[in-house]
T-cell receptor, first 112, second 115 residues
Framework: KNQVEQSPQSLIILEGKNCTLQ??????????LRWYKQDTGRGPVSLTI?????NTKSNGRYTATLDADTKQSSLHITASQLSDSASYIC???????????FGTGTRLTVIP | KAGVTQTPRYLIKTRGQQVTLSCSPI?????VSWYQQTPGQGLQFLFE???????NKGNFPGRFSGRQFSNSRSEMNVSTLELGDSALYLC??????????????FGPGTRLTVL
């Protein structure tokens, strides 16, 4: 069964600290994996996208990694800011089909 | 360039009624997808339209339907509303359909509450 699981469900960190969010998937055949950031009351915004052959992708203070063998991805946030408070959603796409599988997200709260 | 717009932003309906939501994609984008987001289920794919044709459909009952117009604007309709239809409905647009790395841009969503 194609599934995407994210952990932790929620996370609270101090401003300036780093954190890592996890995404495990069983989707196959895999095409790409995308991380989205969703601020409260807004639609998701794409942060990074990685295909099978890529194992790391950065976007400013956000760095995503992908291990296609173990079917795991992580999103590392460096020097967190209050504006990083949001839900982070991992999305995996199937090869050859326009099918997307969404994780339920990690709710990150950055406190001063 | 204007982003994806959705109207209305908030809706309150009662069980049994029907509702129509509207989505205007980014100018030049021809693919529009709809999603339902609830706290328990997260984001779930409803359907995708490209060039006025439904290209893909998620696992939702026939009460959920949609269409796309020649200007790429899309509407989603839910008939015979149920309490469980209360959710944030998100629309996303992209340039084309079927390109796996094509980025989807999401609108702010329509918050539907069914009483």
């Amino acid at each position: 069964k194609n599934q995407v699981e994210q952990s932790p469900q929620s996370l609270i960190i101090l401003e300036g600290k780093n954190c890592t969010l996890q995404c495990n998937y069983t989707v196959s055949p895999f095409s790409n994996l995308r991380w989205y950031k969703q601020d409260t009351g807004r639609g998701p915004v794409s942060l990074t996208i990685m295909t099978f052959s890529e194992n790391t992708k950065s976007n400013g203070r956000y760095t995503a990694t992908l291990d296609a063998d173990t079917k795991q991805s992580s999103l590392h946030i460096t020097a967190s800011q209050l504006s990083d408070s949001a839900s982070y959603i991992c999305v995996v796409r199937l090869t050859g089909a326009n099918n997307l599988f969404f994780g339920t997200g990690t709710r990150l709260t950055v406190i001063p | 360039k204007a982003g994806v717009t959705q109207t209305p932003r908030y809706l309150i309906k009662t069980r049994g009624q029907q509702v129509t939501l509207s989505c205007s994609p980014i100018s030049g984008h021809r693919s529009v997808s709809w999603y339902q987001q609830t706290p328990g289920q997260g984001l779930q794919f409803l359907f995708e339209y490209f060039s006025e044709t439904q290209r893909n459909k998620g696992n939702f009952p026939g009460r959920f339907s949609g269409r796309q117009f020649s200007n790429s604007r899309s509407e989603m309709n839910v008939s015979t509303l149920e309490l469980g239809d209360s959710a944030l409905y998100l629309c996303a647009s992209s340039l084309v359909s079927g390109v796996s790395t094509d980025t989807q841009y999401f609108g702010p969503g329509t918050r539907l509450t069914v009483l």
